[in-house]
């Protein structure tokens, strides 16, 4: 292992990376890292070499292993696939702080999907990183309530998982009204239907596969009606918006890669603000 100058957070050493293991806590999931995957980025580091280092601290009492790799395990796969010296960032990291440069590095890259986000959390939930939600949403600088939702999805039953095409494309409040429907008298008829549809080759769209599990029971006699759906577009036709007046609520559904936290936290004061308003105005005694 030779040192190099890094940056001032850490020194930069170039290690051998089947001597670098991957931290146990990490964000991403393994075997969703492979050759196929990682394709682009094989290209790109065959070519140019690996410009960004990842981040990683030494390892003391393992004679197989010099170095953890806290982010970057992407980059890991990338070196042992292409035998290269794996560059490294050393610091000093308690799993506390390494949470802490998971996230803050994942909201710099491409980001985790909620469904690695929420199996990651509950990861470090059950090995008692934290003493509590509330302080692991404020190390992280993720809203209580945001890790509370994404924690449905390490509850939901590999029944439900499996029944879309990849997990990933599971949306965050879909893990709370999917978790919902497993908690409660929905149970049996959403396992029929999850088995159902790991049976369909190819795999309806997520959308679709989503709907199918929580779509209403028609009453007996007659035909469930479809909710009314109307998507608004941007100039180039990308969906924005999707709202659907069903029987008893209207329901907006926004693509998660549309929305971060500040917009949604905007989006939902803006609507709090309308609805007390039109409350406000219902209960007003009549002008005399």
Known sequence: MSEQAGPTVGPVVTADPFRCRAWALNARLEEDVNETSCRTEIDSVARHGQLVPVIGRRVVGDPQCDIEVICGLRRLFIARHLRMPLRVELRELS??????????????????????????????????????????????????TRITRLLKFAELPAAIISAFASPHDILEAWAVELHKAWSDERRRILTERARALQKQVPRPPALSVYERLLADRAPSGHRSRRALARVLKDPAGTPLLRIERQRREVVLRIPNALINETMERTMTEALVAILSQRKCRERAPPAA
């Open 95 to 144: 799993d506390r702080e390494a949470a802490v440069a998971v996230e803050a590095e994942n909201a710099l890259r491409k980001p985790a999907s909620a469904y690695e986000r929420g199996l990651w959390l509950a990861r470090l939930q059950r090995q008692g990183i934290y003493r509590s939600q509330e302080q692991m949403a404020l190390e992280l600088g993720i809203t209580p």
